[in-house]
């Protein structure tokens, strides 16, 4: 069974930087496109970055665009996220996600996503 593995979140300042990592384990399958979301207490999941792993074409958010940054290493099953230049309004339990398939509609939408990482914790303190 295909499980995602989030790893490399924790706390730190304002304007500091953090790597999420997103690995997936078990038997290896084709995804179509892999994705970051957060989400804070009482409100919903927001997607931050997308990723179509054939392309390597990312998309971002345009809240987090020129600060956080999406890319992958085939050969360690592994997407990562980069954030630079972190804010307190990026604080929020980040999740990755995958979808198997094309299309299904736009990367933002959740409920496209086959695949959920059990997430990490994003803590930036002003």
């Known amino acids: 069974q295909v499980q995602l593995v989030e790893s490399g979140g924790g706390s730190v300042q304002a304007g500091g930087s953090m790597r999420l990592s997103c690995a997936t384990s078990?038997?290896?399958?084709?995804?179509?496109?892999m994705a970051w979301f957060r989400q804070t207490p009482g409100k919903e999941r927001e997607g931050v970055a997308a990723?179509?792993?054939?392309?390597?074409?990312?998309y971002y958010a345009e809240s987090v665009k020129g600060r956080f940054t999406i890319s992958q290493d085939n050969a360690k099953n592994t997407v990562y996220l980069q954030m630079d230049s972190l804010l307190p309004e990026d604080t929020a339990m980040y999740f990755c996600?995958?979808?198997?398939?094309?299309?299904?509609?736009?990367?933002?939408?959740?409920?496209?996503?086959?695949?959920w990482g059990q997430g990490t914790q994003v803590t930036v303190s002003s």
């Open positions: 996600a995958a979808r198997r398939d094309a299309g299904g509609g736009s990367w933002v939408e959740s409920h496209i996503y086959n695949l």
């Open positions: 078990g038997i290896t399958e084709a995804f179509n496109r």
């Open positions: 990723i179509y792993l054939a392309s390597n074409a990312p």
